[in-house]
């Protein structure tokens, strides 16, 4: 079975700091995807970036950027500068290929909420 | 935005009760999936609809039950609604496998 854990539950910096957000998962299947979402107040999940698991290229778009570790089974995500605006709770998801018509399904962790302070 | 819409935004019912929440998928894309967000969790998927069929259904009882129309918007209807059906309901549309894009929410609170 497909599993994500976000360790991290809460995290608080000051706005311009570096904050990175962890990411395990857990999965048998070798083709699968990863996913970040970011929660606002408001509810609606803004999708972030999604990677394939036979992608391992680290991506960096403009203060975002991911890593992507196959052999630790982690896609952790780094907010460069942070900004009052980065506040929310942020969720990795893992969706399995599966065969036979899989309905890829997103497996999401907890998430982490980041408190950006002014 | 993503284009997905859901309605109603809000809504309190009694236990007992029965509701449907409807969700409108992106231009293009053919499949709903559903998801329900309790406070403080992650998302649970509760079920997908792909063409008008489910494929796939989540640790959900029968009592939760869902349609999707030919033009591919889709409905979520819980039956005798019991307290902790209080959530936060999310409506994602996609291309069968690709990328999920999510709706606003709807928000239930069960008295």
């Known amino acids: 079975a497909q599993k994500v854990t976000q360790a991290q539950t809460e995290i608080s910096v000051v706005e311009k700091e570096d904050v990175t957000l962890d990411c395990v998962y857990e999965t048998r299947d070798t083709t699968y995807y990863l996913f970040w979402y970011k929660q606002p107040p408001s509810g609606e999940l803004v999708f972030l970036i999604r990677r394939n698991s036979f992608d391992e290229q680290n991506e960096i778009s403009g203060r975002y950027s991911w890593n992507f570790q196959k052999s630790t089974s982690s896609f952790n995500f780094t907010i460069t500068a942070s900004q009052v605006v980065d506040s929310a709770v942020y969720f990795c998801?893992?969706?399995?290929?599966?065969?036979?018509?899989?309905?890829?399904?997103?497996?999401f962790g907890k998430g982490t909420l980041l408190t950006v302070n002014p | 935005e993503t284009g997905v819409t859901q309605s109603p935004t809000h809504l309190i019912k009694t236990r007992g009760q029965q509701v449907t929440l409807r969700c409108s998928s992106q231009s293009g894309h053919n499949t709903v999936s559903w998801y329900q967000q309790a406070l403080g969790q992650g998302p649970q998927f509760i079920f997908q609809y792909y063409r008008e069929e489910e494929n796939g259904r989540g640790n959900f009882p029968p009592r939760f039950s869902g349609l999707q129309f030919p033009n591919y918007s889709s409905e979520l209807n819980v039956n005798a609604l019991e307290l902790d059906d209080s959530a936060l309901y999310l409506c994602a549309s996609s291309r069968r496998a690709e990328t999920q894009y999510f709706g606003p929410g709807t928000r239930l609170l069960v008295l």
């Open positions: 998801a893992l969706s399995e290929a599966g065969s036979g018509g899989s309905n890829y399904k997103l497996t």
